[in-house]
């Protein structure tokens, strides 16, 4: 059994994380950190852990977390994890972060679209982008792992078999995005607040979402060119779940079913990803509170144009079910391993 610890401990996608870790035959939640509660029980914060959970949550220190626990989960706010993860440079523990700090390749590119200093070259250069089913190899070997964003995660999982195969034009890419208020974190904002979000939609940092370069540089490794995409992002009035349509011109004659078949294919040995068939379409509801992203796609012969759709729960395959799928390709477990469940329905 390996001990895992929690930094952030009191965010949505901590609480996934206990959630799912509860589950898992070879990982148990040791340690919880938090600034801001440490001192309280995590069942104080979270009410509906009781039974299951009693643990105290904690002041982080560094130096004793690093001797005391062997995966630790980084469940935190952008700008935290870039400052703590040098500090356990050349110790055993395995890092996996779920802010961005690490998804972008350079410092520059980080200051840019997060608006701070990026973290240490020699940690970027170190960390392995963890989308599970694209980079499998590397997440295996890899000691620092920088899990995807929930908006990436859907938009390259949906796109990286057509981009592969050169079937859409890579200058033609327009993604729309669709969130629900969990994605934005605990934190109570206007946007968030339920007189705001309630039977609304709202788009968001349009042309300025920290998710463009990400979904943008890894989609450019799978073309091996330069790709730019019109990425927009709406919240709607739901707790979780993500879905992303996503329109590419056609390069080829190709019909529907042979893509479902290119699909079905690439994602074969992936028990996360579901390519339904020609008459189905993703529904978040489909997915909640699982690891699944499913994924359909629609020829228009009219327009010539690809149409991809998937769906996720944000939460989960978006966040802390990725970064659990991670741990189980660093430890050589099975990759269903904590995450073998159905979706909630309805």
């Known amino acids: 059994m390996k001990r895992a610890a929690i930094i952030g401990g009191t965010g949505y996608g901590a609480a996934e994380l206990i959630r ?25 914060h979270y009410p509906h852990m009781h039974t299951y959970m009693d643990l105290k949550m904690e002041a982080l220190d560094v130096r004793v977390l690093a001797n005391e626990v062997d995966i630790i989960f980084f469940a935190t706010p952008a700008g935290i994890a870039k400052e703590l993860i040098p500090q356990l440079e050349g110790n055993h523990v395995q890092c996996i972060d779920l802010s961005g700090d690490l998804r972008l390749p350079n410092r520059d590119l980080y200051q840019k679209w997060y608006g701070q200093l990026g973290a240490p070259q020699e940690i970027l250069d170190k ?4 989308l599970t089913e694209v980079f499998p190899n590397q997440i295996k070997d ?7 964003g929930c908006f990436p995660t ?15 034009d890579t200058q033609s890419i327009i993604i729309d995005g669709k969130t629900g208020v969990s994605g934005a974190g605990g934190s109570p904002s206007k946007m968030t607040h339920f007189s705001e979000t309630n039977e609304n939609i709202q788009p968001y940092k349009i042309g300025k979402h920290q998710h463009i370069p990400e979904i943008e540089h890894y989609l450019s490794i799978t073309a091996g060119e330069s790709i730019n995409a019109t990425f927009t992002t709406h919240l709607i009035p739901m707790t979780r779940g ?55 796609i629609h020829v228009d012969e009219r327009t010539n144009q690809l149409v991809i759709v998937s769906a996720i729960d944000n939460l989960v395959k978006g966040a ?27």
Not at 320 to 346: F, S, V
Request: proline residues 5%; aromatic residues 10%.
């Open 142 to 148: 890899a000691k620092v792992v920088s899990n995807p």
């Open 127 to 130: 960390a392995v982008y963890g």
């Open 20 to 44: 799912l870790i509860h589950l898992h035959k070879y990982l148990e939640v040791s340690k919880i950190i938090s600034h801001s509660q440490y001192g309280e029980n995590i069942t104080t």
């Open 154 to 168: 859907a938009s390259l999982l949906g796109l990286t078999p057509s981009i592969k195969e050169k079937i859409i």
């Open 320 to 346: 802390a079910g990725q970064a659990i799928q991670n741990a189980n390709l660093m430890n050589d477990w099975k990759e269903e391993e904590g995450l073998a469940q159905l979706p909630i329905y309805p």
């Open 242 to 296: 993500l879905l992303c349509t996503i329109y590419g011109r056609l390069t080829k004659n190709i019909t529907t079913k042979e893509i479902i078949h290119l699909y079905q294919d690439f994602y074969a040995n992936h028990p996360f990803i579901r390519v339904l068939e020609e008459d189905q379409t993703p529904t978040t509801k489909n997915v909640y509170g699982s690891n699944f992203c499913d994924i359909s």
